[in-house]
């Protein structure tokens, strides 16, 4: 975020500029249409606003939205891929690596992390 607002000044034109976007649309809702129907218009072009907001934030930090919203199995997806590596417990008896409380090879309830 810091790439995209230098400073506070910028990040409060960047601010109001899209709060008077989005109170221009309420307005503009509230004139052109009757009252329940105004509602239903204004948060409609509340929610088109910010999806397009959200889509030029993302295209500036170089993320795309196919790739934000592909599925992967979870075959495709290394724990180490996000930051994250499951601690390894490794017997003290024979050094098999597990997870469980006793060693399933040899039984032992000692063990080490690794």
């Known amino acids: 975020m810091s ?3 230098g400073n ?3 990040f409060l034109l960047y601010t109001l500029k899209w ?3 989005y109170i221009a649309i309420g307005f503009i809702a509230a004139l052109l249409l009757p009252f329940p129907a105004s ?5 409609g072009g509340f929610m088109l606003v910010n999806f397009l907001r959200t889509r030029l934030m993302l295209k500036k930090m170089g993320i795309s939205m196919r790739g934000l919203f592909s599925s992967r199995r979870s075959s495709d997806v290394s724990p180490s ?3 994250y590596d ?3 417990y490794y017997c003290m008896s024979c050094g098999n ?3 469980e409380i006793a060693c399933p090879k040899c039984g032992s ?3 080490r992390v690794g």
């Open 3 to 5: 790439k995209i607002f």
């Open 97 to 99: 690596e597990h997870k």
């Open 81 to 83: 891929m996000y930051g």
């Open 109 to 111: 309830k000692m063990k």
């Open 19 to 21: 709060m008077s976007i």
């Open 8 to 10: 506070n000044r910028h």
């Open 39 to 43: 509602l239903i218009g204004a948060i």
């Open 86 to 88: 499951p601690i390894k």
